[in-house]
Structures are given as structure tokens and as C-alpha cells.
């Protein structure tokens, strides 16, 4: 079992700064990649960043949002700065996990957490 919790949503004004965190635990043999998707209410799920072999963003994120990762903690980090109202939405974490040695890769989604951006 491979359980993903995040961390650190809230609100904040437009041009604040929130920091999220969704740490894997259970049975990991390896983590592929880590990823973090938003859903804002009434649309999609958007892919906001990704850390794998290379890190990835947004169009809309980029050089306000940073992702990270400690691989010793199997965390993943979401640093967001000059927060707007249009980041407000439903983050998730999901990752590619390796549960044993020879397992096939599988995906796990995070339960979300919210981001109000608003004054």
C-alpha cells in the first residue's frame, strides 16, 4: 500500500506565497516521478509542475512556482510566489511509485488540498 498526503494549503492575497508538501509512504521501492495538478472549480485537472528526470511547468506557473523534492523523505515540494486569484483551485499530488524490486510502476493520487488565492 502507497499512501500520498499533502500539506500546506490555505488562503492567501493575491501576490502572496503558499508552500505545499505531499510525502509518499508505504511500501517504496522507487519514485519515478512526482507530480503536482490543480482543478479549479467547474474545469479540468491541470498539470501545474513535474519532477522527474527533468523538471516541468506550466506556461501559467512558470517563474512563480518552484518544484522540488527530498528523495531521503519521499516528499515532494510546490513553492508558489505572486499568487493570483486564477491559482485558486484543488492541488494534487500524484506520483509513480515502484513498490518492489521487479513490480511494474504504478500512479498514485494524492486527496488534495485547496488554494484560495483572494483578498
Known amino acids: 500500500q502507497v499512501q500520498l498526503v499533502e500539506s500546506g494549503g490555505g488562503l492567501v492575497q493575491p501576490g502572496g506565497s503558499l508552500s505545499l508538501a505531499c510525502a509518499a509512504s508505504g511500501s517504496i521501492f522507487s519514485i519515478n516521478s512526482m507530480v503536482w495538478y490543480r482543478q479549479a472549480l467547474g474545469k479540468g485537472r491541470e498539470l501545474v509542475a513535474a519532477?522527474?528526470?527533468?523538471?516541468s511547468y506550466a506556461d501559467s506557473v512558470k517563474g512563480r512556482f518552484t518544484i522540488s523534492r527530498d528523495n531521503a523523505k519521499n516528499t515532494v515540494y510546490l513553492q508558489m510566489n505572486s499568487l493570483k486569484p486564477e491559482d485558486t483551485a484543488v492541488y494534487y499530488c500524484y506520483a509513480v511509485i515502484t513498490s518492489r524490486r521487479g513490480d511494474p510502476p504504478r500512479g498514485y493520487w494524492g486527496q488534495g488540498t485547496q488554494v484560495t488565492v483572494s483578498s
Open positions: 519532477s522527474g528526470v527533468t523538471r
